[in-house]
């Protein structure tokens, strides 16, 4: 092995490639042993060339900072994760059968309601969230299906086992890096990818486009897609071009749409004005309709909410989709499977104290040192604490919180995330990560051969945003 | 295609046509200061009158003088018909419509941009300020050559070309009328320097070989107006960009009201309204009728437009 995997540390924790004595897992041995063939000049040679293609292709993200706005090249490690083939179909099939338990239960929320009245789950605790919208009682879009695109983070823990960390069901990102990783791979290991066969992800845009156009209420051959985007300020703008560009659909704004008198959604064109079967929209319910949602809402189409109740649109996720995107109803899940499904649930949960309930607060208080408090509606890491990473000072600032409104807190044990090898200056280090699939839910459900890894590039951090520095490593599904 | 990327392809168009037709205007009069004898000098003002800046040029500049013509023409980023303004609002319009074109049309427009950002005072100066203008209507010309070889003649291509010739046809038409009227102010005893001055006019709208080629090296004023104005083959020229236009109009539905004005147009451009005595009416005329078109090209085909385009009225009435 070269100078840069010595003092290679895989003991600490669960690593993808590395097992704790120091050999490679069975199925990364090619791959372990290509990049130990490397020199390090080799290496960054490799990184360089990667980069480069990054830039040549234009793949960025914006990030807004002081008033400008900077689009940043998108970081990524040159070697890949892996996961065997038997292993991913596991998840895969638990992944599957997650998001037709979410959809089953956000159709019953706006429809009967039988969860509650069965006591599955507390119906207060989904009605006074904000992410319930009345505005979306008594609708039924074509299949029951609701979330049509989810986006799962998962994480492996140190029994290396996956564990659900959440659904994203609103307007989930990312599905274009991950595409645009395999095109980087492919480009600078041509070699090496071409000795090991690795499961294709490029026929994600396709069946986004099946996906989407089962949901057109005209039975057309083709039927008119629209990608919605806040606009070119937003920071997943590239992956809205991309998607659009590769779906051959209409990237549009707000502006671009009206809803007429018979509840048809047009979009202006050259050609006048042409009706629009399905939007997949890329902002929040918030903004979608100024006539129901955010009166100061200038992103989305006055009148959307009333064509999509007529049936005369499909919007993909369906508005009120969020419902089910909470960190309070997680721990129902895997209840909600066995209810709607009437079968054991394949994924693990993470598991969850909801500091609603007297027994959990009590232990989320006397621990409070060994858990993640998190409130349970804020995304994106605010406000959430790290008890083993925090002060005594912060503990007590928490315990205060929870007993003020214990209502809006969960736990969850700390969990040790899984490390791969990544290339941080002259060394290979293990970095956290952690994995997002997509799921299309329609009259079919369809996962992603792995999906988007994503790697916190400082050591020991487990912040993987790229907003904050994170990067991210093409994910290979290997026999 | 949606009328809001219409529009923005129809607007980077336009925004770069302008640059380049700037750059050509400003680097063909610079030669001309040079060869135009003492005491025959034409001004400055000259030039802040082709690009129809006069009112904005006055609120912020105390002196007509050359370094504050060139600073206000190339550089002035407040001044929205500037050449580095015309860039800037080219790629903010193509930023939203790149995958309209083929992946190259952003880079080069991007890269004339960071061109035109990292130029200062510096390039003005008579010593580099050829260099920087004949890499800017270089850096055109490639996304011309782009357009003309690799996008296909669909509906961006179509709006693309109408922003384009009605820009070229709004520049052209301006520079006669200002060249007329800068010549016509001369006294007789300038008469030898004024083939000079028409030459340079010829040079501003590229013209100047082509015209060689045609009619000879002598320079008449008659000629240079006639064969800028009325010549069928010059793909400048006024009447070649109307029949362009009417070309390009006829691939699109709902375009009689634009067609009728072009022919209009076409029609008005005859010797006799060429004359020096009637020219500067002809052209406030059709420049009237211009933007009368640019209002039924939105009015046909970009619907209810928000679109905030900076230069949006300059670029007609300033």
């Known amino acids: 092995m070269k100078a840069q995997w010595q003092e290679y540390d895989s003991s600490r924790f669960f690593d993808e490639l590395i097992t704790t004595s120091g050999r490679s897992r069975p199925s990364a041995g090619t791959v372990v042993n290509y990049f130990s063939s490397l020199s390090l000049d080799e290496m960054r040679q490799a990184k360089d060339a990667a980069d480069l293609v990054i830039r040549d292709m234009g793949i960025s993200f914006t990030v807004y900072s002081e008033g400008t706005n900077i689009d940043r090249a998108w970081p990524f490690d040159i070697i890949p994760r892996l996961i065997r083939k038997a292993e991913w179909s596991r998840v895969s099939m638990g992944l599957q059968q997650r998001s037709r338990a979410l959809n089953c239960f956000i159709h019953d929320v706006y429809n009967t309601q039988t969860v509650f009245a069965d006591g599955i789950v507390p119906a207060e605790l989904v009605l006074d969230s904000g992410n319930f919208r009345p505005q979306c009682m008594g609708a039924k879009p074509r299949f029951g299906a609701w979330a049509h695109i989810c986006g799962t983070d998962l994480v492996r823990a140190e029994d290396g086992q996956f564990y659900v960390l959440e659904d994203n069901l609103r307007v989930p990102s990312g599905v274009s890096y991950m595409l645009e990783n395999r095109d980087i791979t492919k480009r600078i290991l041509p070699d090496l990818f071409e000795n090991c066969s690795v499961f294709p992800v490029d026929d994600y845009p396709e069946q986004l486009y099946r996906t989407l156009c089962s949901l057109s209420p005209r039975r057309l051959k083709r039927p008119t897609l629209a990608v919605l985007t806040p606009g070119i300020y937003n920071s997943a703008y590239f992956e809205h071009s991309f998607l659009a560009h590769t779906m051959g659909a209409q990237l549009v704004e707000g502006q671009d749409m009206f809803v007429d008198d018979n509840d048809v959604v047009f979009m202006r064109t050259v050609d006048g004005p042409q009706q629009v079967d399905v939007i997949y929209r890329r902002i929040d319910d918030d903004f979608l309709d100024p006539d129901v949602f955010r009166e100061d809402s200038a992103l989305g189409v006055p009148g959307l909410m009333r064509a999509w109740l007529a049936g005369k649109v499909a919007i993909a996720n369906a508005p009120g989709s969020g419902v089910a995107d909470d960190k309070v109803l997680y721990a129902f899940v895997p209840e909600l499977i066995r209810y709607y499904l009437k079968e054991e649930p394949l994924l693990n949960n993470v598991k969850t104290y909801l500091c609603m309930y007297d027994e959990d607060r009590d232990y989320v208080l006397e621990n409070i040192a060994e858990l993640v408090v998190k409130p349970a509606n804020e995304s994106g890491g605010y406000g959430l604490m790290v008890g083993p990473k925090s002060s005594k000072k912060k503990h007590r600032e928490f315990e205060a919180l929870i007993r003020d409104n214990p209502r809006n807190y969960i736990a969850q044990p700390t969990l040790g995330l899984s490390t791969a090898p990544t290339l941080c200056g002259s060394k290979i280090s293990p970095r956290h990560l952690d994995l997002r699939p997509f799921i299309l839910h329609s009259n079919d459900t369809w996962v992603t051969a792995g999906g988007l890894t994503r790697v916190a590039m400082e050591a020991g951090s487990l912040v993987v945003n790229s907003s904050q520095g994170g990067g991210s490593k093409d994910t290979w599904i290997i026999e | ?318």
Request: hydrophobic residues 40%; contains cysteine.
């Open chain 2, 1 to 318: 295609m949606l009328s809001r990327v219409a529009e923005r392809l129809y607007w980077m168009a336009r925004y770069l046509e302008r640059t380049e037709c700037s750059a050509r205007v400003c680097n063909a009069y610079s030669h001309l200061v040079l060869d135009l004898p003492k005491g025959e000098e034409l001004g400055w003002q000259v030039l802040v009158n082709v690009i129809d800046g006069g009112n904005s040029f006055s609120q912020r500049y105390q002196r007509v003088d050359e370094r504050n013509v060139m600073k206000f023409i190339i550089l002035d980023k407040d001044n929205f018909g500037s050449i580095a303004s015309s860039v800037t609002s080219a790629r903010e319009n193509l930023r939203t419509t790149r995958d309209a074109l083929p992946a190259d049309g952003w880079e080069h427009v991007n890269e004339l941009y960071l061109f035109v950002q990292n130029m200062n005072d510096k390039s003005l100066s008579r010593r580099r300020r050829h260099e920087y203008l004949s890499d800017i209507i270089q850096r055109n010309q490639q996304i011309n050559g782009l357009l003309a070889s690799s996008v296909a003649r669909d509906r961006a291509f179509t709006f693309l070309k109408l922003g384009q010739l009605i820009e070229r046809l709004d520049m052209t038409s301006r520079v006669i009328d200002v060249a007329c009227l800068a010549i016509a102010e001369k006294d007789s005893r300038a008469a030898s320097v004024v083939p000079l001055l028409w030459a340079s006019v010829l040079k501003a709208v590229s013209a100047h070989s082509a015209y060689r080629r045609e009619v000879g090296p002598l320079i008449d004023a008659d000629q240079v107006i006639e064969f800028v104005c009325l010549h069928s083959k010059f793909p400048r020229s006024l009447n070649y960009c109307l029949s362009s236009l009417e070309q390009v109009l006829s691939f699109l539905d709902n375009n009689k009201k634009s067609t009728t004005i072009v022919r209009q147009l076409r029609a008005s451009i005859v010797n006799d309204t060429l004359a020096p005595d009637k020219l500067h009416g002809f052209i406030d005329n059709f420049q009237a009728e211009l933007a009368s078109l640019h209002d039924s090209i939105t009015a046909s085909w970009f619907g209810v437009s928000d679109l905030n385009q900076p230069a949006q009225k300059s670029l007609f009435t300033q």
